[in-house]
């Protein structure tokens, strides 16, 4: 059914002029827009539509309306372990340390109910868009089981097959518990791409290949994994230059830094985004630059690991695709995409001055900039052609009072909103501040005992 948005106070475009427009409209056909202008300016097409009933109407009066937000990072397996005490307090390697055997004791209803959860916590704040980078598989789970949740909550989905296979007893970090075979990685990657990956224009599942970092893979499997992707168009992802423990182990292990580490095995190229990379040094920003590779910025877990403040900046200067991750739940404990693009924001002006980040540049990174990032052409913008995915952010709450002069830049400086309205491929998901795709409350009681029985196991063993 055609979808008329109308009235809204503005609609933020992102398209080529970056337009803002005061009363903003639009109209979706199924998964694309058709149509964006003012609402004075709809065409009489869509007015009778409107009027006979034949469209659906939603009153964006007292709201803004953006590009749904893309979210290029996460762990959606970590909201069952936020806040573990014994990783409260610790940095990257000594934070993964205590979480590993937790993690062991994952089972498929888990990760299904894991995912859901997550995805619900991010399409309430904005986001429409996601990636879960899922690299642990024990007990029997797969990466099927959160995708058969993304279905069922109505995101669009980058589904990344992690994967570690360097365990403690060869010098990587994991436990030999939770790693894999390699051989059974690279046939089970080949396996999701054949079954799940759809690269045609507004899809809404796509399958990346995403080995988990240099201290839990080896370079054969970095080396295999690129060459199935690209034998297949699918894109890889992976972690990198997170840390100053992260950055010493690739020179130790590989004589490389991070950046050349990543440019030796061909990780490198519009296809492939790198996340974190706080550690980056410049001539590694001139070689993403050079082929585009992307950055999955993550400003919150890095800020709560004691990672450091990553530039940016100096990123987006030359030319390197940035977009924003929530990272996992565990080391952000939150999953709230415009509370990130916040706190991009407000971190950059610490490590770089007032001036090192605005407002809309934040919201661009974590629309555009996202949609790049995932190598896509068809999200992050309101224009013909797009797909219908947009949110609406009601401004007329006491977190936005005496902020009616700019409202767009209110949605960033602000206190982070939660959505009023979602559609995701011209399908309303949020109406009312209300999630329509799943039973909210039996979920997250689930959930609940879900992670209950996950610490009761882990601490029997």
Not at 220 to 234: D, F, I, N, Y
Not at 251 to 265: H, V
Not at 326 to 331: I, L, M, Q, W, Y
Not at 337 to 356: I, N
Request: aromatic letters at 4%.
């Amino acid at each position: 059914m055609t979808l008329i948005a109308l009235n809204a106070d503005v609609l933020v475009t992102m398209d080529a002029q970056r337009r803002e427009i005061k009363g903003g409209a639009l109209v979706a056909d199924g998964p694309a827009v058709q149509w964006v202008g003012a609402t004075a300016d709809l065409p009489a097409q869509y007015r009778r539509m409107a009027d006979e009933g034949r469209a659906r109407v939603l009153d964006m009066r007292g709201k803004v309306v953006t590009p749904g937000l893309v979210n290029t990072h996460h762990h959606m397996y970590q909201s069952l372990t936020r806040a573990v005490p014994a990783a409260q307090d610790a940095e990257l390697f000594s934070w993964l340390t205590n979480l590993y055997m937790l993690w062991s004791h994952l089972t498929p209803e888990m990760i299904h109910i894991s995912t859901q959860t997550a995805m619900a916590e991010l399409m309430l704040s904005g986001c429409t868009t996601t990636s879960d980078h899922l690299y642990l598989f024990p007990n029997g789970s797969r990466l099927d089981d959160s995708i058969v949740a993304a279905q069922q909550m109505g995101m669009r989905f980058h589904a990344a097959r992690g994967s570690m296979s360097l365990g403690r007893s060869k010098g990587g970090l994991p436990p030999d518990v939770v790693v894999e075979e390699e051989e059974a990685i690279l046939r089970d990657s080949l396996r999701l791409i054949q079954q799940y990956h759809d690269g045609s224009r507004h899809s809404m599942l796509r399958v990346v290949l995403a080995p988990c970092s240099p201290f839990s893979v080896t370079r054969e499997l970095m080396r295999e994994s690129a060459v199935l992707a690209r034998a297949h168009g699918v894109s890889l992802h992976t972690h990198l230059a997170e840390n100053d423990n992260d950055v010493a182990f690739s020179r130790e292990k590989f004589g490389l830094t991070p950046a050349q580490y990543a440019e030796d095995l061909g990780w490198v190229g519009r296809d492939v985004w790198h996340a974190h990379c706080v550690k980056l040094d410049p001539e590694g920003i001139a070689l993403f630059a050079r082929t585009g590779t992307g950055v999955a910025h993550c400003p919150c877990s890095n800020m709560r690991l004691a990672s450091g403040i990553a530039p940016i900046r100096s990123m987006r200067d030359a030319g390197v695709p940035v977009g924003l991750g929530v990272d996992g739940s565990a080391s952000n404990d939150g999953a709230h995409m415009l509370g990130e693009a916040r706190q991009a924001m407000l971190l950059q002006r610490v490590g770089y001055g007032p001036a090192a980040m605005s407002a809309r540049e934040a919201l661009e990174i974590a629309t555009l900039g996202g949609a790049r990032v995932l190598n896509r052409d068809d999200i992050g913008a309101l224009a013909p052609g797009m797909s219908a995915d947009f949110v609406a952010f009601d401004m007329e709450g006491v977190a936005h009072a005496g902020a009616g002069h700019d409202p767009v830049a209110a949605l960033v400086f602000c206190t982070p909103a939660q959505v009023s309205s979602s559609v995701i491929n011209g399908r309303v998901v949020v109406e009312d501040g209300r999630l329509l795709t799943a039973d909210l409350p039996v979920v997250l009681g689930r959930h609940r005992d879900l992670a209950r029985t996950l610490f009761e196991r882990a601490a029997g063993h």
